[in-house]
């Protein structure tokens, strides 16, 4: 059922293998491998000089925040991903890092959900994970609330009675 697999770099993060190329396909693409970032909210961020090699077409700038908190505008191109025969076009940051990385937009583009494991990382259609939690719903008892206990008190004690 799954819709892919991917693996684990040396540092224990999630990788996926997808191909990357111009969204006007005059240059053929690259087969890549990027870390899924969880805490990266865009769609994909590659090296500046990946980007030169794929002559992927200027887009725009976008200001991003970074892990400490500071803030840097980013050059965007716009660039064609395609993984397990599904294809996505979307703005792709540029940076100075070795490192690609997949955000949560490249999730959500794909429609998919992520499974990390000890030793797996899983990607499943989204509403495959929708359907199963559904049926987890059906099929899971119902917990009960307790009735409530009387007490032999049933009225708050006046505060002048407390002392």
């Known amino acids: 059922m799954p819709l892919g697999t991917g693996s684990f770099d040396e540092t224990g993060r999630p990788r996926l293998k997808f191909h990357l190329c111009g969204a006007v396909?005059?240059?053929p693409g690259?087969?890549?491998?990027?870390?899924?970032?969880?805490?990266?909210t865009g769609f994909i961020?590659?090296?500046?000089?990946l980007g030169f090699a794929l002559k992927l077409q200027l887009e725009s700038t976008s200001q991003v925040t970074?892990?400490?908190g500071s803030t840097i505008t980013?050059?965007?191109v716009l660039a064609k991903a395609k993984y397990e025969g599904l294809e996505v076009t979307g703005a792709v940051g540029l940076a100075g890092s070795p490192i690609i990385l997949l955000g949560m937009d490249f999730l959500r583009q794909f429609h998919l959900s992520l499974i990390v494991a000890r030793e797996h990382v899983i990607l499943m259609p989204e509403?495959?994970?929708e359907q199963a939690l559904d049926e987890q719903k059906k099929t899971q008892p119902q917990p009960t609330v307790p009735a409530p206990v009387e007490t032999a008190m049933t009225t708050p004690i006046p505060p002048e009675a407390e002392t």
Not at 30 to 40: A, Q
Not at 45 to 49: D, T
């Open 127 to 129: 509403d495959w994970v």
């Open 74 to 76: 980013q050059v965007t």
């Open 66 to 68: 970074l892990a400490d």
């Open 30 to 40: 690259l087969d890549v491998e990027g870390v899924v970032d969880t805490g990266f």
């Open 45 to 49: 961020q590659i090296p500046i000089e």
């Open 25 to 27: 396909p005059s240059v």
